[in-house]
């Protein structure tokens, strides 16, 4: 006779309804909480971003998605808010090979098209964006 304890697990979940209810409701209440979670981190993200790129949201797609792959990687929210601290986060990521960055940009582009973005962010912040 052979037992799959696998089986008998499940067998005993379905005869409890309210282990099965609790589980579920867990997993949706995760799921939510994931998500808020997720925005709030997104939001930092852009918020620190734009103190070096006041003019974030006229940046193309392919720089916003760029810039955004850095901030992942580097957990940006999480770092501190001053200027230097963000160019820290965003260059080690350029340096990082595992970075997540768009397919339009490799791992060898990406710290020469991040200071080539620095350098166009001082040269409108000096003119007036």
Known sequence: MTVHPGRTDIKVLLKRPTILLA????????????????????????????????FLDRLNEADRAFLAGLAMTCKLH???????EILTCLRTAAADPNAILPNTVSQTDAHVKLERMLNYAQLSSRSGS
């Open 23 to 54: 589980v579920a409701l867990l997993f949706v209440f995760s799921l939510i909480g994931a998500n808020i979670a997720g925005r709030h981190a997104a939001r930092a993200d852009i918020e620190r971003l734009e103190k070096v790129w006041p």
């Open 78 to 84: 999480r770092q501190g808010e001053t200027q230097s």
